[in-house]
């Protein structure tokens, strides 16, 4: 692999998928084999990453006051933390040249408020485009599995703090599915899908083959 970074000023990559999809751990992949190579990699995780994001996500994902949420106030929060993300931590780090690897974007706010929960297409976008302002990632790597599947991991991970939004029916995780499908079908050249019911090693080879394939192989 080349030594040269494969973009002046960074590289945004976001990581998507429904709740179990295993997100974290193929970061934590990717992010080791960055590393072994040399790249100044940066994870980031939404919401949360800043003390403001970190403080909405707890109200977002675990604060008893957030279970009567409307669908509108959680697209605002949402779109709130991630506007601070962006100014305070993702901005500086790619004009340091790092290589940011972003455990959710702004599509997971396109998905789980605008197709799941029914929010009118048009504010969706347009609040989604005022929190990034002009920062759309290079690649988005979405990790595709059945949501029974999911569900499944999720309740086998025992986690002591109770997730609002892993408490959702089987219907509104089978419309956040399909939302990511919709998506990478939409814009193939952003979006690769990866089958995460595969062993975590075979999806680990196959995201750094592709990654290699975008931007570091040279003809």
Known sequence: MSAEHPQKNGLLISFEGSEGSGKTTQIRCLSARLEDAGYDVLITREPGGTEIGEQVRHILKH????????????LLLFAAARAQLVREVIMPAL???RIILCDRYLDS???????ARSLSEEPVTVINRFAVGPLMPDWTIILDLPPEVGLQRVRARGNDLPDRMEEESIEFYRAVREGYLLLADDLPDRYSVFDSEQPVELIEDEIWEEMQERYFRRD
């Open 95 to 97: 004009d340091a040249g």
């Open 63 to 74: 604060a008893d006051s957030g279970r009567g949420m409307t669908p509108e106030t959680e």
């Open 109 to 115: 706010t396109t998905v789980y408020q605008g197709v």
